[in-house]
């Protein structure tokens, strides 16, 4: 895994190169109103915010911990790693801590439990009056689609938060699919070993048995799309060269690929 402080806090260094529009931008899960001055930096994850003189930074970051330990631990875990002081916990499953990042601000971090083995996680930052208040507002803005995932899936090499309004089943230990509630469009994953397959053959093999006839490679990965019972079916497969990762979407229109673009960023990797 990354390094915690790394991955989660990295929007201190980030450097903007425009300026960000003030818009309402969503995120899956929710949705944020960036405002003038303020850039949304989506990495895996996390949605880092960085105002754009990088005086000030939020980033947010919803995620599970493995079966058998507890966000507390992790989060006791992430305030080790950043080498961060003053734990703090209340009766609400809230735990936070503050550490310097190296821009020499401090942050604060907050980790909340939500159901299950699932969190939320913010750490915010912020040099000065001004940037304080426009952080406030940046983060007053948040909307919530739903308070939490309803439904995780746990297979062998990934997670899958699945929000409000899909639904799904795990196939094996290995791949999941998910459905739109008014089924006009799904998502298909496969994350699993290549079991001395060369990643050029199963890309063949895929492509055959889904009957498509436009297979394309870009750098080590392949797409191909096909028709199915009237839908188009756009599938994306790579390899690490230990496992292999196969997408297929499936939707009726633009507007059923847009919805599951939105799910990219609650897959996550184990």
């Not at 899956?28 to 949605?47: E, F, H, K, R, S």
């Not at 609400?92 to 821009?103: C, L, M, Q, S, V």
């Not at 191909?224 to 297929?248: H, P, T």
Request: charged share 25%; proline share 2%; net charge negative.
């Amino acid at each position: 895994m990354k390094s915690l402080a790394v991955k989660i806090f990295s929007a201190a260094l980030v450097l903007t190169a425009s300026c960000a529009l003030a818009e309402v931008k969503d995120f899956g899960l929710y949705t944020v109103d960036v405002i003038d001055g303020w850039t949304a930096v989506p990495q895996g994850d996390t949605v880092y915010f960085v105002k754009n003189d990088n005086s000030a930074s939020w980033s947010v970051m919803f995620g599970q911990v493995p079966d058998g330990a507890n966000v507390e631990q992790y989060a006791r875990d992430v305030m080790n790693q950043t080498k961060g002081s003053d734990f703090q916990t209340n009766d609400k499953g809230t735990y936070e801590f503050t550490f310097p990042n190296p821009n020499g601000q401090e942050t604060h971090v907050m980790i909340s439990e939500l159901s299950g083995n699932n969190f939320m996680q913010w750490g915010i930052s912020a040099a000065g009056a001004s940037a304080g208040e426009e952080l406030k507002k940046l983060i007053g803005s948040m909307a919530m689609k739903k308070s939490e995932p309803v439904k995780t899936f746990n297979s062998k090499y990934f997670t899958f938060a699945v929000p409000s309004g899909w639904d799904g089943y795990e196939i094996d230990e290995t791949s999941v699919r998910v459905n739109k509630d008014d089924e006009t469009a799904s998502m298909y994953v496969e994350i699993a070993d290549l079991d001395g397959w060369e990643i050029d053959d199963l890309a063949e093999f895929y492509a055959n048995e889904c009957k498509a006839d436009d297979l394309e490679k870009d750098g080590a990965s392949y797409t191909f799309s096909y028709r199915e019972d009237g839908k188009i079916n756009v599938a994306s497969l790579g390899s690490d060269g230990k496992v292999y990762v196969l997408v297929i979407n499936t939707a009726n229109d633009k507007a059923g690929f847009e919805a599951i673009s939105k799910l990219r960023g609650l897959i996550k990797r184990k």
